[in-house]
């Protein structure tokens, strides 16, 4: 499955943003679609995965609360709505899919879109 992201800009703190990445390939709509992010010196981290079907969604401890991912399968396009920015999410975040799973090695990445927050 092949993976392009879009939505990434430059946002002051407590403001919010919207990353969208649509999926192609025959069989997108039944991947798991996720987004991970990697600061500057920092490694590449697990942000929130959606399960193929939509109903089952996982984040990590730092987003909970500020960040929301939905998926519309009839465009192959999930979402990650990202509210309350803080400057610490500053990153490239990066949509990802799996067969299985997005948690940790999912083996479709796409670019990196550049998110900035300023404070």
């Known amino acids: 499955v092949q993976l392009q992201a879009s939505g990434g800009g430059l946002v002051q703190a407590g403001g919010s943003l919207r990353l969208s990445c649509t999926a192609s390939?025959?069989?997108?709509?039944?991947?798991?679609m996720g987004w991970f992010r990697q600061a500057p010196g920092r490694e590449r981290e697990f942000v929130a995965g959606?399960?193929?079907?939509?109903?089952?969604?996982d984040y990590a401890d730092s987003v909970k609360g500020r960040f929301t991912i939905s998926r519309d399968n009839a465009k192959t396009t999930v979402y990650l709505q990202m509210t309350s920015l803080e400057p610490g999410d500053t990153a490239v975040y990066y949509c990802?899919?799996?067969?299985?799973?997005?948690?940790?090695?999912?083996?479709?990445w796409g670019q990196g879109t550049q998110v900035t927050v300023s404070s």
């Open positions: 990802v899919a799996d067969r299985v799973v997005v948690t940790s090695y999912p083996s479709s």
């Open positions: 390939g025959r069989t997108a709509s039944r991947y798991v």
């Open positions: 959606v399960s193929w079907n939509g109903r089952s969604t």
